[in-house]
């Protein structure tokens, strides 16, 4: 799998997850296991509903030529 997932992207996901886990705990409300779904995806570095689009907020890591 290939990296769609960038820097800030990546951090606004694993905070999001731990905030919507952390709520489902306080809440006691099975519903917080939905913050799994960011923090996966912000961990791993790759998510699947970027591919039918075509979308990707990860740099380039590849050297241009001409430079």
Not at 20 to 43: M, Q
Request: hydrophobic share 40%; glycine share 18%.
């Amino acid at each position: 799998m290939k990296c769609n997932v960038g820097g800030v992207d990546r951090v606004v996901r694993v905070l999001l997850g731990v905030a919507i886990l952390g709520a489902g705990l306080y809440f006691r409300s099975w519903l917080g296991l939905i913050g799994l779904v960011p923090l996966g995806t912000g961990l791993e570095g790759w998510c699947p509903l970027y591919l039918p689009f075509g979308a990707s907020t990860c740099r380039d890591k590849t050297p241009r030529e001409g430079r």
